[in-house]
């Protein structure tokens, strides 16, 4: 049992991982090409859904290379077999869930599947980079 969570909570990483890299490139080849042939109105709307991506990326994935290091031992332990006692990644889970799973829909606030806004996850972006 402690095989399987091990595997799937580092497949889950890595396919976030993977997802919002493709999803940057692809907002990014986007702004270029609305730069490249002069469209104005797709340049910002790329721009937009790049700042949209990366909000959401570090919403979602910000946390999760520092969880990872901090269960490396048990993560490890549990892939080598050489784990008895049953470990509970839960908190990890659901932080990676929510990036892989979490769609747009009416449901109660605080439901792990629920998209946030994408203006909070542009407001994020301005703890992290510096603006003039």
């Known amino acids: 049992m402690n095989f399987i969570l091990a595997l799937e909570l580092v497949e889950k990483a890595h396919l976030a991982a993977v997802s919002a890299l493709f999803r940057a490139k692809r907002w990014a080849d986007a702004l270029c090409l609305m730069h490249d042939n002069p469209n104005f109105i797709g340049w910002a709307a790329s721009l937009r859904g790049l700042l949209e991506t990366a909000g959401d990326t570090l919403d979602g994935l910000r946390d999760i290379p520092l969880s990872l290091a901090i269960h490396h031992r048990a993560i490890t332990s ?21 990036f892989v799973h979490a769609r747009w829909m009416r449901t109660r606030k605080g439901d792990i599947l629920k998209a946030k806004e994408n203006a909070a996850y ?3 972006l301005e703890n992290v980079l510096p603006l003039p």
């Open 78 to 98: 549990c892939l080598g077999g050489n784990e008895n006692r049953p470990y509970n990644f839960a908190e990890l889970e659901s932080k990676l869930d929510h």
């Open 122 to 124: 542009v407001a994020l």
